[in-house]
């Protein structure tokens, strides 16, 4: 009888692993790094996965952490101890931002932020300089360093370059530009349907993914197979979804920056953009997120806009087939990067509903903001 064969991996749901002999049980800690020991630290389907992101980011090996924000603090802890200095961008994700200011000072580490736009951080390395903490597009913002000369200064002065690259999963390979370490909110395009959270950590060489891996294992932290088999599934579309993704975007982008009520839409691949140069250097693509600043600003014109919606939906996340809006404050968000006060920005995941209803959806709304009349829109 010939063996099944199937298309997918299979699902391997396991908390113990069973052993051959005594000897292979009491060397099961050996395993932790490319067999199986116990199902929270791996199993064939999560490490299945993990292939599959570090091939797709472009890296040496991968780990599979419970959430985006997980993979970032995994990462500093591991590397960072009492006394040493790290280097955030200003724009980088608030749960990172709530992460250095709460936890990494109450730990003896020294955070310090830096423009969102740096194209260099030679002025502020120091010899305690353990990590540089970018993120690009930023958050909200959108601002994109210049992650190649970055690096270069970082390693010049022995440090590290971690890059949350939750936006450019699938269409960038930063490991080409010197980044040492991707941590990347799989929540997003990678499982594509927003109804899970995971994270990954894709690592340059062997000794940061052991280190790492070991790190991770101590804290207890690990992932589902039924959750990893989804994110897998997701993957077999990443390549069509973003394309699609981010044709709409740029569409909905052009459209938006005559609409009366918009006084800059910031979408990195749409030509023109001011980070579109930078784009074009470290991105093959974009995908369905953008931002847009009004007009009018105001909390008050915001709420006009979002507590009407039909087609879009309040939400903080994005990579799924829905589409999203999200407002945010970054005059109260910032150490650095000077924003107007009273003024929000809005966040948009363009999703695969059909765009004439989304145009009209998002014409009635900004109309309502800005206290004028709708647009006739096709």
């Not at 910032?334 to 107007?340: A, E, G, K, N």
């Amino acid at each position: 009888m010939p063996d099944f064969m199937q298309l997918n991996p299979p699902v391997h749901r396991a908390s113990t692993v069973l052993f051959k002999d005594t000897d292979a049980f009491l060397a099961r800690g050996s395993q932790l790094y490319d067999g199986f020991m116990y199902g929270l630290y791996g199993t064939p389907t999560t490490r299945e996965l993990e292939t599959r992101i570090a091939a797709i980011e472009g890296g040496h090996r991968a780990i599979v952490v419970p959430s985006g924000l997980a993979a970032i603090t995994h990462v500093i802890l591991a590397l960072c101890k009492p006394g040493d200095h790290i280097i955030i961008t200003d724009s980088a994700y608030g749960g990172s931002r709530a992460f250095a200011t709460s936890a990494l000072v109450r730990l003896g580490i020294d955070v310090e932020y830096i423009p969102s736009d740096a194209g260099s951080v030679q002025a502020y390395l120091k010899p305690q300089t353990r990590l540089v903490l970018l993120e690009s597009p930023g958050y909200y913002t959108m601002e994109i360093q210049d992650i190649a000369a970055i690096a270069a200064e970082a390693h010049a002065a022995g440090a590290l370059v971690l890059l949350d690259n939750s936006w450019g999963f699938g269409a960038s390979s930063m490991f080409e530009h010197g980044v040492d370490i991707c941590c990347t909110a799989l929540s997003k395009y990678a499982a594509g349907a927003g109804d899970l959270c995971m994270g990954s950590i894709t690592v340059a060489t062997e000794d940061m993914y052991r280190t790492l891996k070991a790190f991770v294992a101590g804290l207890g932290a690990g992932v589902s197979s039924d959750d990893a088999y989804l994110v897998m599934r997701g993957l077999l579309t990443l390549d069509t979804r973003l394309r699609d993704h981010a044709a709409r975007a740029l569409g909905l982008s052009q459209w938006l920056s005559s609409h009366p009520a918009v006084k800059e839409v910031i979408n990195p691949a749409r030509p023109g953009d001011r980070w579109h140069a930078r784009f074009q250097k470290y991105f093959r693509g974009g995908n369905g997120l953008f931002s847009v600043v009004l007009h009018d600003g105001s909390l008050d014109a915001i709420r006009r806009m979002l507590d009407g919606l039909e087609v879009f939906k309040i939400g903080a996340s994005w990579g799924s087939p829905h589409s999203l809006l999200a407002a945010a404050y970054p005059h109260g968000e910032r150490s650095v990067d000077r924003w107007p006060k009273d003024q929000y920005i809005l966040r948009l995941h363009i999703g695969l509903e059909k765009v004439a209803a989304l145009k009209c959806d998002l014409d009635r709304a900004l109309s309502r903001a800005a206290g004028i009349a709708a647009l006739r829109v096709r």
